[in-house]
T-cell receptor, first 117, second 111 residues
Framework: DTGVSQDPRHKITKRGQNVTFRCDPISEHNRLYWYRQTLGQGPEFLTYFQNEAQLEKSRLLSDRFSAERPKGSFSTLEIQRTEQGDSAMYLC???????????????FGEGSRLTVL | ELKVEQNPLFLSMQEGKNYTIYCNYSTTSDRLYWYRQDPGKSLESLFV?????AVKQEGRLMASLDTKARLSTLHITAAVHDLSATYFC???????????FGTGTRLQVTL
């Protein structure tokens, strides 16, 4: 297990289509986060899971966005009826809370870049 | 609402020079991160500062944290072209341990 992996790395879609991104965290990490980064900005928090429970959602996460982590392992982020404003890099990160509080380690994946035409 | 501000937003510097990037945040936190991001890439962790007065160094980069002043600095010594990237600081808040990122500082090191 080499780290957090995300798929696809790039997605180009037409406005109005649905897209889904997948994140596989590091295997023993039970916390998983989604962030969104638009061009020229810092990443913004979207949501996070502890195991399979979605514990917090940002107000940035409109009704068109849904995230799941059904078995507490991988997570999916779906965007329905995409809009041009959804074009961004979607970043996934994971951590193990005890290690996080001791060392602060938070591991980011390579990101999934979405372009909505 | 937590605000994290970095300055400068853009920095052009010559190789061999020294400079400091500043990160100010608006609420109490005892944990601060510095990340590097190359164009089109994800975030590379540089430093995690876990307490007031923490100082960490790696190569030509040194980061420090003053929680009382709500200030962190990233100091660059004798810059080289390979350091050209965008640098973000981020502060942990809340029980979710989520990060709030700064605006980023785009560093360009010229020959």
């Amino acid at each position: 297990d080499t780290g957090v992996s995300q798929d696809p790395r790039h997605k180009i879609t037409k406005r109005g289509q649905n897209v889904t991104f997948r994140c596989d965290p590091i295997s023993e990490h039970n916390r998983l986060y989604w962030y969104r980064q638009t061009l020229g900005q810092g990443p913004e928090f979207l949501t996070y899971f502890q195991n399979e429970a979605q514990l917090e959602k940002s107000r940035l996460l409109s009704d068109r966005f849904s995230a799941e982590r059904p078995k507490g392992s991988f997570s999916t982020l779906e965007i329905q009826r995409t809009e041009q404003g959804d074009s961004a890099m979607y970043l996934c990160a994971s951590s193990f809370p005890r290690a996080f509080h001791r060392t602060g380690e938070l591991f980011f994946g390579e990101g999934s870049r979405l372009t909505v035409l | 609402e937590l605000k994290v501000e970095q300055n400068p937003l853009f920095l052009s510097m010559q190789e061999g020079k020294n400079y400091t990037i500043y990160c100010n945040y608006s609420t109490t936190s005892d944990r601060l991160y510095w990340y590097r991001q190359d164009p089109g890439k994800s975030l590379e962790s540089l430093f995690v500062l876990l307490s007031n007065g923490a100082v960490k160094q790696e190569g030509r980069l040194m980061a420090s944290l003053d929680t009382k002043a709500r200030l962190s600095t990233l100091h660059i010594t004798a810059a080289v072209h390979d350091l050209s990237a965008t640098y973000f600081c981020a502060v942990v808040t809340g029980t979710a341990s989520k990060l709030t990122f700064g605006t980023g500082t785009r560093l360009q090191v010229t020959l």
